[in-house]
Nanobody
Framework: EVQLVESGGGLVQAGGSLRLSCAAS????????IGWFRHAPGKEREEVAC????????LYADSVKGRFTISSDNAKTMVYLQMNSLKPEDTAHYYC?????????????WGQGTQVTVSS
């Protein structure tokens, strides 16, 4: 059974940083792409970042390029999202998600999510 458990969300002031973590289990980690999407009330879901564990390639939304960094630890089956220079518009519920193969923003599984709130 695929399980994705997020942690690390919270309240931070604009300009601050947070690191989200995702603990993955129940699948062959190295064969999957894992990423993050976010959803804020009244807004559409937005794919944020993704990493293909087979080759390490990454994808980012334009809105977070240069501020967010995704990384993975295959040995620990963990994925991290380092978020710097946070803005109020980054406020959302962040979900860790995965799909077999490479990053395509077409996730098949996701976790319960963690809330990120950025105050101005």
């Amino acid at each position: 059974e695929v399980q994705l458990v997020e942690s690390g969300g919270g309240l931070v002031q604009a300009g601050g940083s947070l690191r989200l973590s995702c603990a993955a289990s129940g699948f062959t980690f190295a064969d999957y792409a894992i990423g993050w999407f976010r959803h804020a009330p009244g807004k559409e879901r937005e794919e944020v970042a993704c990493i293909s564990n087979s080759d390490g390639r990454t994808l980012y939304a334009d809105s977070v390029k240069g501020r967010f960094t995704i990384s993975s630890d295959n040995a620990k089956t963990m994925v991290y999202l380092q978020m710097n220079s946070l803005k109020p518009e980054d406020t959302a519920h962040y979900y860790c998600a995965t799909n077999y193969g490479f990053c395509s923003w077409d996730f098949d599984y996701w976790g319960q999510g963690t809330q990120v709130t950025v105050s101005s």
